[in-house]
């Protein structure tokens, strides 16, 4: 859990800048938005600092929000041993379903974090 928020943390730093460059791109009504340009007129008009609006807000989401992915996801594979002593498998086809089994963990986890983080 722990690491999870540490690593939503360390990611605000790349994914905020991305973040508000998607919304205004979603915002824009001349087509398509040249995020080169955008990010050159933030800089011009606000700094570093523009790249950097709604930190707070994305991490009041994210940090929360991967430490319960993280968590969920270690949970999940943690049933997969009590999994196999219920339905066990061939050796062959074993590779297969640790495969699918995370898979499926790693989605389910992505869903129980935005349960809990995405407004």
């Given at each position: 859990m722990w690491a999870?928020?540490?690593?939503?943390t360390a990611s605000l730093s790349i994914f905020v800048p991305m973040d508000l460059l998607k919304i205004r791109a979603q915002l824009t009504k001349k087509g398509k938005l040249n995020y080169l340009s955008e990010t050159r007129a933030i800089m011009s008009e606000q700094g570093i600092?523009?790249?950097y609006r709604g930190f707070w807000a994305c991490a009041a989401r994210d940090t929360p929000g991967w430490a319960i992915y993280f968590s969920s996801y270690e949970w999940l594979k943690a049933q997969e041993s009590k999994l196999n002593k219920i339905c066990p498998v061939s050796e062959k086809n074993q590779p297969m379903r640790d495969f699918i089994y995370r898979l499926n963990a790693g989605g389910t986890a992505g869903v129980i974090s935005w349960i809990f983080s995405m407004p």
């Open positions: 999870g928020a540490l690593a939503g600092r523009g790249l």
